[in-house]
């Protein structure tokens, strides 16, 4: 089963790029409304503040959802679990839910930082593995690879990109994507489509998106500092979309705005 799809946890909440006390006030916030999963990396430089803020929540570990990343910079013998022990310590947590790798490595080889990534379950310091930013061809190498379960590839998803090639091949390996740039970082409000179909529905823009994407099979990742957002964001489960609204939503994905890609990714794979 998706571990993002158990309890609350298809609604994860992302802190980047969060820091310092505008980070812990959001956590706190996410808390409060209902979030239990919470996702950040090392490549986000907040891991210590998202620690303090989880402490601070009250909540008992096993209510919550933890995913941290690792930076493709520790993908060796000599970095890797080093990397994400100091990971849990500025986490206060004697293991994550979930660790990523956080992107491929620049060689183009998945092999080793899988391997090492599979010495980190092995270890006790994950309850589960996965992968972010990885091409249907590394899927296929990964699922070879490991012998835990690949629980998720974190990947831009929204509906201004069309992903469904992606979404096959993962579908076909058994590796469930999860979402990040959840709502193009703001580009869907361009486009009134969203607004006009929740008005039917009582919802706004952002919870039409989120909720095509969840009734895609995809699990997402949101972030907000402001209350009534955040509040919003976590309310998606009491309304279904028609297929008539998916399908006219399907057509936005002709848009093809991406946001990672190679200019601003250098080291971005060349994506299906």
Known sequence: MNIYFQKTHQRAFGTFPLTGDVARDAILAAAEVGYRAFD????????AETGDALAATGLARDEMCITTKVHPDNFSDDTFLASVEKSLKDLKLD??????LHWPPIDGDVRPSLELLQKS?????????GVSNYTIAMMQTAVKTVDAPIVTNQVEFHPLLNQDTLLAGANAVGIPLSSYSSVARGEVFKHPEFGQ?????????AQVVLRWILQKG??????????????????I???????VDMARIEKLTQTGYRIVGSDLVPWAPEWD
């Not at 293991?95 to 990523?100: I, M, N, P, Q, R």
């Not at 179909?197 to 823009?205: N, P």
């Not at 907000?224 to 919003?232: C, L, Q």
């Open 218 to 235: 995809v699990s997402i990742n949101t972030m907000s500092t402001k209350p009534a957002n955040i509040r919003a964001n976590f309310e």
């Open 95 to 100: 293991y994550v839910d979930v660790l990523l």
């Open 237 to 243: 489960m009491d309304f279904t979309l028609s297929h």
């Open 197 to 205: 179909i929740g008005e039917a529905y009582g919802k706004s823009a």
């Open 40 to 47: 950040t990396a090392q490549m986000y430089g907040n891991e």
């Open 121 to 129: 379950h092995e270890k006790g310091l994950t309850r589960n593995i």
